[in-house]
């Protein structure tokens, strides 16, 4: 017989993998905004907004399961997790929002360098699927790759703040680079940098999930 409590958390998983197929599809199409110049600034708004609804719905929900059911180990722990994860999920559309936001306020930045700007995003893009797939297969050993790759994420954010320090001007004291270039690129580095450390965070949750335990990097 189908325990109430089981519903209960079939609900919470329901609404968590929503949660990250549509966080995905915000990081995505802000990366892509990016890259293409073509901003979809209401459709990341929508899709932010949802995920703040599906955060406090999975709250609402894991407390009433709490109170009502007092569940304990592995379900206690389960539904835990899962309200940090939901958090987790919910950043990812903020930041992505963000992201659209700076795209906006800049203006044209088609002619910007954007290399390294890319590689961190395809770094963070790796990062959310890899979280993704270890909350759906319980995989606890993905938590190591993805601090390695935070790690990656965090140096070329320190390199780019190096390289604006140092920036040069020409022989009129005018900075080589557009403005808007550099700080367009620090701002979106730096949502990046946010959104890789929230993949951690997802992927230490799932380590706590099957061990019982912190994350060793946590």
Same mark, same amino acid.
Request: proline fraction near 2%; include cysteine; hydrophobic fraction near 40%.
């Given at each position: 017989?189908?325990? &109430?409590?089981?519903? !209960?958390?079939?609900?919470?998983?329901?609404?968590?993998?929503? @949660?990250?197929?549509?966080?995905?599809?915000?990081? =995505?199409?802000? =990366?892509?905004?990016?890259?293409? !110049?073509?901003?979809?600034?209401?459709?990341?708004?929508?899709?932010?907004?949802?995920?703040?609804?599906? #955060?406090?719905?999975?709250?609402?929900?894991?407390?009433?399961?709490?109170?009502?059911? #007092?569940?304990?180990?592995?379900?206690?722990?389960? %539904?835990?997790?899962?309200?940090?994860?939901?958090?987790?999920?919910?950043?990812?559309?903020?930041?992505?929002?963000?992201?659209?936001?700076? &795209?906006?306020?800049? !203006?044209?930045?088609? *002619?910007?360098?954007?290399?390294? /700007?890319?590689? +961190?995003?395809?770094? +963070?893009?790796?990062? =959310?699927?890899?979280?993704?797939? $270890?909350?759906?297969?319980?995989?606890?050993?993905? /938590?190591?790759?993805?601090?390695? @790759?935070?790690?990656?994420?965090? $140096?070329?954010?320190? *390199?780019?703040?190096?390289?604006?320090?140092?920036?040069?001007?020409?022989?009129?004291?005018?900075?080589? #680079?557009?403005?808007?270039?550099? =700080?367009?690129?620090?701002?979106?580095?730096?949502?990046?940098?946010?959104?890789?450390?929230?993949?951690?965070?997802?992927?230490?949750? /799932?380590?706590? %999930? /099957?061990? !019982?335990?912190?994350?060793?990097?946590?």
């Amino acid at each position: 017989m189908t325990r &109430l409590l089981d519903l !209960g958390l079939e609900r919470i998983t329901e609404i968590i993998m929503n @949660m990250a197929k549509l966080s995905e599809m915000c990081v =995505i199409n802000a =990366i892509e905004s990016y890259e293409n !110049g073509i901003i979809e600034k209401n459709q990341v708004f929508e899709w932010s907004e949802k995920l703040k609804i599906f #955060q406090l719905e999975v709250s609402d929900l894991a407390t009433e399961l709490i109170f009502r059911y #007092q569940p304990v180990a592995t379900d206690l722990r389960y %539904i835990r997790s899962c309200m940090e994860i939901a958090y987790g999920f919910s950043r990812f559309g903020r930041y992505a929002y963000d992201i659209v936001e700076v &795209l906006e306020t800049m !203006g044209s930045i088609h *002619k910007c360098d954007k290399s390294l /700007v890319m590689k +961190a995003s395809n770094l +963070a893009s790796e990062m =959310i699927r890899l979280s993704i797939n $270890a909350l759906k297969t319980r995989e606890k050993n993905s /938590v190591s790759k993805l601090y390695k @790759m935070d790690d990656s994420v965090d $140096a070329l954010y320190r *390199k780019y703040l190096r390289d604006l320090i140092t920036l040069k001007t020409d022989s009129n004291d005018h900075p080589l #680079q557009d403005p808007r270039c550099a =700080i367009s690129a620090l701002l979106i580095m730096r949502y990046l940098e946010r959104i890789a450390d929230h993949s951690c965070y997802i992927g230490d949750s /799932v380590y706590f %999930i /099957v061990t !019982g335990q912190s994350s060793p990097r946590k």
